[in-house]
């Protein structure tokens, strides 16, 4: 489990948008806006700033274009399915929600479905 240190909501209004530090010492920044929920992280020890334009490690469409609202509780049921191993390479969080995906509750089953999308074999594609 990723442990949350550090937790600040900086944004009251929409976008929704929190910083927080992970048990291994790396700045995470997430953020809600346009109906689209992207979790960043930074290098370990790193200043919060670095995880605004760090690694996307999980990324998802919840809402519609105008939807910028969102609970804290949603960011959590979707940290609760990554382990702190999978932040680290390209490509791990996908392969743990994908393995993950029945324990979520219904109204995130999409969220997952729609970050998981790249693969072209869901898609249809060849």
Not at 57 to 64: F, I, N, P, R
Not at 98 to 120: C, H, Q, T, Y
Request: charged share 25%; hydrophobic share 35%; net charge negative.
């Amino acid at each position: 489990m990723i442990e949350v240190r550090d937790l600040v909501k900086t944004c009251e209004a929409c976008p929704a948008q929190w910083e927080f530090r992970t048990n291994g010492d790396r700045p995470v920044y997430v953020r809600y806006r346009s109906g689209y929920l992207s979790i960043c992280i930074g290098p370990p020890g790193a200043h919060a700033s670095e995880a605004v334009m760090g690694t996307e490690v999980l990324g998802a469409t919840l809402g519609h274009g105008y939807d910028g609202c969102l609970e804290w509780e949603t960011v959590e049921a979707a940290l609760a399915l990554l382990s702190p191993e999978s932040l680290d390479p390209a490509g791990a969080a996908d392969a743990v929600l994908k393995e993950n995906i029945a324990e979520l509750p219904d109204d995130l089953r999409d969220f997952v479905n729609g970050s998981l999308r790249s693969d072209p074999e869901q898609e249809g594609g060849e």
